[in-house]
């Protein structure tokens, strides 16, 4: 998947650090809002009973995960790329005093300076998968640090979602993309590699983890206004937030996603 990705390792490290300051501002908005539930919940999901499990997140970003994780008593190792996301971070846990419960590295998720099968569950959200400059490999070395029997929860930008947002005003760049002769464009979070549902759960189970579920986040369809409000009626969140929850899971629509979370098991 890195072929034909002309990025550099310093040009995404430089990119979140810039976005750091303002990376937490969208989950103030209603899509934010559907974003967080749809992740917790499928993490919750996947969540080991015993608090004293290794938990990776990895290209974790500002925290968001790793400080709710830590809240609930488990221990959390956060990475990422990025010096300037996880300062972000360091300043959260420090003003919740969690910082002490929390292991902070800078790594690249595809170069993870973890030992094999070192953790019971391992998480990359929102997208660093797709932003990291060896997608292949980020795969590779998150099945790594994953235990035998450990759980994995991981989303990807999708292939098709990315084609369609192209078709009006690249149509030949939508046609390679929906080819596979194309395999990255500018998904949710910027330039990244792109799967479709069967090559995400391809390259996993390749990579010795059992898919047990692919998910579509579907909150991109809703209008813009709504999408972008940073006030709305409890009613109305509930209402949505069921209808995603839903449409997430239902397997004829999943590749119209912007992102593909993956759930899967170490085997
Ligand atoms: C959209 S943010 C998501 C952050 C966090 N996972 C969350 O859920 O809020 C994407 C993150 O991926 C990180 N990232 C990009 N390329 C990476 C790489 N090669 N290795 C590790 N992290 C990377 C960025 O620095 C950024 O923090």
């Keep these: 998947m890195s072929v034909d990705n002309p990025r550099k390792i310093e040009a995404v490290r430089k990119e979140w650090d ?12 209603f899509e934010g809002k559907l974003d967080e539930y749809l992740r917790c919940k499928l993490i919750k999901e996947s969540l080991p009973e015993d608090k004293t499990a290794r938990i990776l997140d990895a290209g974790g970003g500002t925290g968001r995960v790793t400080l709710s994780l830590a809240r609930m008593g488990y221990r959390v190792t956060l990475s990422d790329l990025s010096p300037g996301q996880l300062g972000v971070a360091e300043e959260k846990l420090r003003e919740q ?31 660093p998968i797709s932003l990291a400059t060896d997608s292949s490999k980020a795969v590779v070395e998150l099945s790594r640090v994953t235990k035998r ?15 369609m947002n192209k078709y009006d005003k690249d149509p030949e760049t939508a046609l390679k993309l929906i080819r596979s002769e194309l395999n990255h464009a500018c998904g949710a979070h910027g330039f990244g590699s792109l799967f479709s549902p069967e090559e995400l759960e391809e390259i996993f189970e390749r990579n010795g983890i059992r898919v047990t579920g692919i998910y579509g986040d579907l909150a991109y369809y809703l209008p813009e206004g709504m999408r972008k409000a940073t006030k709305w ?32 098991e170490k085997c």
């Design 97 to 127: 005093g969690l910082l002490e419960e929390v292991e902070i590295r800078e790594a690249d998720i595809a170069n993870l300076p973890f030992p094999d099968e070192f953790f019971d569950l391992v998480l990359a959200v929102r997208g």
């Design 149 to 163: 029997g450990g759980r994995i929860c991981v989303d990807v930008s999708s292939r098709y979602w990315a084609a």
């Design 233 to 264: 009626g409890e009613r109305s969140y509930h209402q949505v937030s069921e209808i995603i929850d839903r449409l997430s899971r239902e397997k004829s629509v999943t590749g119209m996603g912007n992102d593909l979370i993956l759930v899967g």
């Design 18 to 29: 810039e976005l750091s300051r303002g990376y937490d501002g969208y989950f103030n908005t």
